[in-house]
Every structure is written in C-alpha cells, then in structure tokens.
C-alpha cells in the first residue's frame, strides 16, 4: 500500500490525537495553519511528534510553535498572499534540481511570494499550497523549528520532516483590510478542530 503525504496527514488527525476531530469545510477569514504528525520525524525535530503545532512569524522566520493563538493568518488580495496583518509569507525557492537549499520561509513586512494559497488536497483538507511543492520542517537556532519550501523534483533533506500545513478556522482577532501592499482580506477554506 503506497501511502502519499495526505494520506498520512489524514493518518496524523486520526492516531497522532486522538481527542481531536474534524467536522465539515467551511470558510473564514482568519486561519491558523496546523500540523500533526503521524510519523517518527528524526531527532532534531522529534519535538514534533507529539501535539499541534501552528505557523508563526518568528524574528522573520515562519516557524511552528505550539500556541495556536500566535499563528493567525489571513488571505489578502486576489494574488493571492499569506500574512500576519501587513507581514506576508515569502518562499524564495533554491538549491539544485533534486535538493533543496533548507532556507527558511519569511515573513516580509507589505510583501509576501504570490500565489501562495490555501487549496484542497487529495483528500478535501484544505491545505498551504504553493507552485506545486511541499513543505518541510527543520531545526533553527536554539529549539526553533523553522518551515522551509521544496520545489516538486526536489527530496527532503535528511534532518528534516515534511510537513502539510492544514488550514484551521479560528474566531480570534480581525483582520485589517488594505493593509499595506498586500489587498483586501478573502475568505479561505478551513477546517473546524474542535474536542
């Protein structure tokens, strides 16, 4: 049985916690983006093998921390961009045609890479998306867990995890509209977690 990386997010929901379920999609305009995993990540990371863990901006790095309240996001413009209020996710690809550079995602003030999106995966769980690549976790400075994007060709390097980013409904916070650069606010697909 071949399994592909929805497959085992959708693994992680089930066995990784147990005391959470999913309920319908549903659209909002504030997210979190979350991970769970479902598999022995190696031991620089092997934090992340238990609980949830959100995307955040940390000193202009996206970073997973396990505070979902500091990991609000939202869609702005039609481009479209990923951003904490005007601070928007940066993917700058790299390396070479099979391994990727291991350089982490930023968060750019009245920026952001475009299109960076929330889209449904094989299995209808809206998820980050971006030029048909994945995501991988890796170990930063101190205990800091930082996301960094592989291009489609590319492997995961071997002292990181891949990661799918789910897209998570939340009812905090507002989001400003024409803030900066980066447009309006749209509403994203997103799952609700509740237990």
């Known amino acids: 049985m071949q399994f592909t990386v929805a497959s085992l997010a959708l693994l992680g929901l089930a066995s990784a916690a147990p005391t959470l379920k999913t309920s319908a999609t549903d659209t909002s305009p504030t997210f979190n983006l979350m991970y769970q995993s479902n598999i022995n990540n190696p031991g620089p990371i092997d934090a992340l093998n238990t609980g949830s863990w959100y995307v955040t ?3 202009g790095k996206a970073v997973l921390s396990s505070f979902a309240s500091r990991g609000l996001l939202y869609k702005y413009g039609t481009g479209p ?4 209020a005007s601070v928007g996710l940066t993917i700058t690809p790299g390396g070479t045609a099979t391994v990727p550079d291991g350089k982490a995602i930023e968060f750019v003030v009245n ?5 960076v999106d929330i889209q449904l995966n094989s299995s209808g769980i809206p998820t980050l998306w971006h030029d ?6 890796c170990q930063g400075d101190g205990e800091e867990i930082y996301l960094s994007y592989v291009q489609p060709g590319q492997r ?8 799918e980013l789910q ?3 939340s009812t905090l916070g507002v989001g400003e509209e024409m803030k900066g650069q980066l447009g309006e606010i749209e509403d994203v697909a997103c799952i609700h977690i509740s237990d």
């Open 156 to 163: 995961f390097l071997a002292a990181c995890a891949p990661v």
């Open 81 to 84: 961009r990923i951003a904490q």
């Open 132 to 137: 048909g690549g994945r995501f991988q976790a």
């Open 167 to 169: 897209t998570v409904c």
């Open 57 to 59: 901006a940390s000193n």
């Open 111 to 115: 920026n952001g890479t475009a299109p």
